[in-house]
């Protein structure tokens, strides 16, 4: 059994090298609206006065939307939103992101050293709290190396929770057009784990899948 994953927005935070400009113009490339490219069911909103929506879409019974609106910060590399429901649930996020003109990656790959390609090592952090309760701090390293083989590991804190193991190569999706595939089997079992993702502007690992609106 092949379950496959897109690294998109929580999955794939600190890169060892950055300078001033990198901080500036990541963060102003953030400011905008961005739509998932793939479903179109969701958007991000980014203002010029740290505000911050998010807002998705659904059809069907027993859909339910999820609308959040708050402020955000943005630093180098990483992007955190204090939000609210309709419901009064305070909701805040913390992630590793990426923007340019046309893409917003979230859940960004960066490069911990140096890299050839998509060779190297890439770390990413994710965190979710819902009303003060942390429902899930997660950091993820992945290695490619030459030899198209790599590995995947999580932690909670400092609790490995998880880490898997197999190969990389080109991907043949072509949603993922130009990308690449790592296939890894978890520690004693006996499935397989399909990640996709593309290297983006020599910078990081991750998926476009988010594209610009408007500025």
Known sequence: ???????AALLLVFSNACTEDSVSDN???????????????STFTFGVDN????????SGEGCEEDHL??????????????????EGDIIVQAFSYYANANNLVLG??????????????????RSTKKNGLELGATEQTIVLKADQTGTVTEYLGSSKTFEASGTWGPDLDPEN???????????????TISLSFQ?????????????????
């Open 27 to 41: 963060a102003s490339a953030l400011i905008g609206e961005w739509i998932d490219c793939v479903d179109a069911d």
């Open 177 to 191: 057009a130009g990308g690449f595939e790592l296939e890894v089997t978890p520690d004693g079992e006996s499935f």
């Open 69 to 86: 609106s708050g402020t955000f910060e943005a630093q180098a590399q990483r992007l955190t939103t204090h939000a609210a429901s309709p």
């Open 199 to 215: 290297l983006i502007d020599e910078a990081v690992l991750g998926s476009p899948r988010f594209c610009r609106v408007t500025n």
């Open 1 to 7: 059994m092949t379950n496959r994953i897109l690294l």
């Open 108 to 125: 960004a790959g960066y490069p911990q050293g140096s890299h050839d390609g998509v060779v190297g090592t890439w770390t990413s952090q």
């Open 51 to 58: 505000s911050y929506a998010y807002d998705e879409t659904c």
